[in-house]
C-alpha cells in the first residue's frame, strides 16, 4: 500500500511543489482585527486530468494567523499533504493593509512571505521568498468581501537538477477569489492561474489551462477566530 500510494501520488507531489504558488488560498487578503486569532485548513490545487476526469490536486494545510496590530497580521501554516510524503514545508509571513477601500476603490495590502521546505531523505533545505499583492472590495453592507491579486514565488536557486542552469526567477500566480465573513468562521474560494508565463508542456501531469502556459487551480478554505 505505502509503495502504491508512492507511486501514484509522489510525482503528482513533487510536480504540485514546482507549481508552488498554487498550495493555497491566500492566507490573509484582508488584516484581521488587533489582538485576534484566527486558526484553519486549507484544500485544493492545480487542475490536472487523471485519465479523462478534471481534478484538483488533493493538497491540504492548517494555518494559524494573529493580528498584531489594526493594519498588521502575522501567519503561519504547516503543509499536511506534504508532510504525509516527507517534506517538512510552512510558509511564514506577515499581510501590511496599505490602503483602505473608498467607494469602488479597493482596499489594498501586501504580504511579504518566506516558503521553507526540508525533506526527511537528504535533509534539503529549500527557501523561497514570495511578495503577495492584494486589492479587496468589501460589500456595502457587510464583511463579505471579493479580491483579487498577485502572488509571486522567488527561485533563488541558479542552478536545477543534473546542474542545468536555471532560468526561472519569478513564478507568478494571478488570483481570483471571495471570503464570507461570519463572527466567528470564515469561509473561503479562490481560483488561480499558476505560473502563466511558463510552458505546461512536457511536465509530469496534464494540467488544465486556458493555453500552454500554467494551470488553473481551485482552493478552497475554513478559518475559525477566537
Given at each position: 500500500?505505502?509503495?502504491?500510494?508512492?507511486?501514484?501520488?509522489?510525482?503528482?507531489?513533487?510536480?504540485?511543489?514546482?507549481?508552488?504558488?498554487?498550495?493555497?488560498?491566500?492566507?490573509?487578503?484582508?488584516?484581521?482585527?488587533?489582538?485576534?486569532?484566527?486558526?484553519?485548513?486549507?484544500?485544493?490545487?492545480?487542475?490536472?486530468?487523471?485519465?479523462?476526469?478534471p481534478i484538483f490536486?488533493?493538497?491540504?494545510?492548517?494555518?494559524?494567523?494573529?493580528?498584531?496590530?489594526?493594519?498588521?497580521?502575522?501567519?503561519?501554516?504547516?503543509?499536511?499533504?506534504?508532510?504525509?510524503?516527507?517534506?517538512?514545508?510552512?510558509?511564514?509571513?506577515?499581510?501590511?493593509?496599505?490602503?483602505?477601500?473608498?467607494?469602488?476603490?479597493?482596499?489594498?495590502?501586501?504580504?511579504?512571505?518566506?516558503?521553507?521546505?526540508?525533506?526527511q531523505w537528504k535533509?534539503?533545505?529549500?527557501?523561497?521568498?514570495?511578495?503577495?499583492?492584494?486589492?479587496?472590495?468589501?460589500?456595502?453592507?457587510?464583511?463579505?468581501?471579493?479580491?483579487?491579486?498577485?502572488?509571486?514565488?522567488?527561485?533563488?536557486?541558479?542552478?536545477?537538477?543534473?546542474?542545468?542552469?536555471?532560468?526561472?526567477?519569478v513564478m507568478p500566480?494571478?488570483?481570483?477569489?471571495?471570503?464570507?465573513?461570519?463572527?466567528?468562521?470564515?469561509?473561503?474560494?479562490?481560483?488561480?492561474?499558476?505560473?502563466?508565463?511558463?510552458?505546461?508542456?512536457?511536465?509530469?501531469?496534464?494540467?488544465?489551462?486556458?493555453?500552454?502556459?500554467?494551470?488553473?487551480?481551485?482552493?478552497?478554505?475554513?478559518?475559525?477566530?477566537?
Open positions: 500500500l505505502v509503495y502504491s500510494m508512492n507511486s501514484h501520488f509522489l510525482p503528482l507531489l513533487t510536480a504540485s511543489l514546482l507549481a508552488a504558488p498554487s498550495c493555497n488560498t491566500t492566507r490573509v487578503v484582508k488584516p484581521i482585527e488587533k489582538g485576534t486569532l484566527q486558526v484553519g485548513a486549507n484544500l485544493g490545487g492545480p487542475l490536472i486530468t487523471m485519465g479523462s476526469l490536486m488533493p493538497l491540504s494545510s492548517v494555518h494559524a494567523a494573529y493580528g498584531l496590530k489594526e493594519k498588521t497580521t502575522a501567519f503561519a501554516s504547516l503543509h499536511t499533504t506534504a508532510l504525509l510524503f516527507g517534506v517538512y514545508q510552512t510558509d511564514l509571513g506577515i499581510t501590511q493593509q496599505v490602503l483602505q477601500q473608498k467607494g469602488m476603490i479597493p482596499g489594498i495590502s501586501v504580504s511579504p512571505i518566506a516558503n521553507m521546505m526540508i525533506d535533509g534539503i533545505f529549500s527557501l523561497y521568498p514570495q511578495l503577495d499583492i492584494n486589492a479587496y472590495w468589501n460589500y456595502k453592507s457587510k464583511p463579505h468581501f471579493f479580491y483579487t491579486g498577485l502572488n509571486n514565488w522567488i527561485e533563488l536557486r541558479r542552478t536545477r537538477a543534473h546542474n542545468q542552469p536555471q532560468d526561472l526567477v500566480a494571478w488570483h481570483l477569489g471571495h471570503q464570507w465573513s461570519g463572527n466567528k468562521y470564515n469561509i473561503q474560494l479562490e481560483m488561480k492561474y499558476i505560473g502563466f508565463t511558463q510552458s505546461n508542456k512536457d511536465i509530469v501531469v496534464d494540467y488544465i489551462s486556458p493555453g500552454n502556459n500554467g494551470t488553473l487551480g481551485l482552493f478552497f478554505s475554513i478559518n475559525r477566530k477566537f
